[in-house]
């Protein structure tokens, strides 16, 4: 079982990016050159903000008609400068709306890590872009920590929301994605494991009880919130805010967490939100 | 387990909404295309467990169909499934079954084509991954990773191994294998997943082999 302190240790000896290390790792694992596992991960990249446009156009609507328009309705008022978070933060949220609803009504997206959290990263790394401008190497290899931190996350725990419930698939997503806002704003590899642990930190406990069974409802809009908190936790590691527990032992409390976790609340849509009166007659009605 | 990669991590490029019940669904349709071998005409799918319970809201039905057609999991067409097929006079109906101590997310196909007819069943085992777990009356394993060579043949000593030396003739190395029977004796069924690609000519070798019913060579999918 590795441990991401290991890239971290080796990133800061060799004087590296967690990407790098990443890479170099994937590069033996995979027997691919890096310039051939570049170019395949430019190419979630350019997915990822195809899904991006497509769901702030609003004219989507979910299979069941509970999910769409959502991203439109906050790209709108931004648009108008009245937010209340600010422009940057209000177009995070509209990002991360307008995956999840892509997603919701069967478009195409990069799951990251999941299907059901695939708005945090995009709407996380395409805000860093407006604000940071990085060119687009330093963009597909922020996606390379994001995955790193991701093939941790699975060694010591899951990204399934019926294995961990949803702090395993938006809180693994929040952890990545903070990992990669962190590194895409200069911040150092050590810092990079604190955005993503207080990241996660953020997320632990939070169960998966999707109303009758789909990825619509709470799990769209869980997309924006997963976003907010990846910046709210990259922001802090960045100034150099510490997590007192390290990231490695994050991960194991939320493998563990998960496993305490009744069944009901694992995607069986037996328990939580999906239980509730309104959640009942969504079921019916629906189903 | 293997070991994941970063592709595994972001990743798969899909039609939304679920991994496992509709970019899943989409890969078991394709399986059992390929196990078939040519072009559907008729089948009838039977869901059990989480895919008849919520495979609606997922659009699991559009995802199999599409399989069947031919469609990639990122194809967005998936959502017209239907259409495409009835323009291609592919007749496809869905029943809803208990398929017994099976994982949830359970595919029960049973497809004709101009050729023959073949029954497959399938499980999405999660992050889109599938596993085939039969073949008509065969248990198998097959998860469509490798190239795999699915031989019917007669149970009787030394096929596996004139098979095997085929192969490394061909120089295929064999990844995984099982073989398994009706009974002592009769009808056997062989699954060969492989490093390298079967290609016509290997395949059409082991057809001629003595004691070989049938035998189908199986790309993986993308």
Known sequence: ?287 | MSKSNVFDLLGPIMVGPSSSHTAGAVRLGAMARKILGEEPLEGIITLHGSFAQTGKGHGTNLALIAGLLGLAPDDERIPEAPEIARERGFKVRFETADLGDVHPNTVKFDLLGREGRIQVVGSSIGGGTILIRQIDNFPVEIRGDYPTLVILHQDLPGVVAQVTLLLTTAQINIARMRVSREKKGAQALMVLETDQKIDEAVLGLTRRLPSIKQALAIEPLE
């Open chain 1, 1 to 287: 079982m590795r441990a991401y302190e290991d890239w971290v240790v080796e990133a800061e000896n060799k004087g590296l990016k967690i990407c790098d290390v990443v890479l170099q790792n994937q590069v033996d694992d995979l027997e691919q050159t890096e310039q051939a596992l570049r170019e395949r991960m430019a190419k979630n990249l350019k997915v990822m903000r195809e899904s991006v446009n497509a769901g702030l156009s609003g004219k989507r609507r979910s299979v069941s008609g509970l999910v769409g328009g959502d991203a439109a309705k906050v790209e709108e008022r931004r648009r108008t400068g009245t937010t209340l978070i600010g422009e940057r933060m209000s177009g995070a949220i509209a990002r991360a709306l307008a995956v999840a609803e892509v997603n919701a009504s069967m478009g195409k997206i990069v799951a990251a890590p999941t299907a059901g959290s695939c708005g945090v990263l995009p709407a996380v790394l395409l805000t860093v872009e407006e604000i940071m401008h990085p060119d687009e190497k330093e963009l597909i290899g922020a996606l390379f920590t994001a995955a790193g931190l991701g093939i941790i996350i699975t060694e010591r725990a899951n990204v399934s929301g019926a294995e961990g419930g949803c702090q395993a698939e938006i809180g693994s997503a929040a952890a990545m994605a903070a990992a990669a806002a962190v590194e895409l704003a200069g911040g150092s590899p050590r810092q990079t494991a604190h955005g993503a642990a207080i990241a996660l930190k953020s997320m632990l406990g939070l169960v998966c009880d999707p109303v009758a069974g789909l990825v619509e409802v709470p799990c769209v809009k869980r997309n924006a919130t997963g976003a907010m908190i990846a910046l709210t936790a990259a922001e802090m590691a960045l100034a150099g805010v510490k997590s007192a527990i390290p990231l490695d032992e994050v991960i194991d409390a939320m493998a563990d967490i998960g496993r305490q976790m009744s069944c009901s609340l694992k995607e069986t849509a037996q328990g939580g939100l999906a239980i509730t009166p309104t959640g009942r007659k969504i079921r019916t009605d629906f189903l």
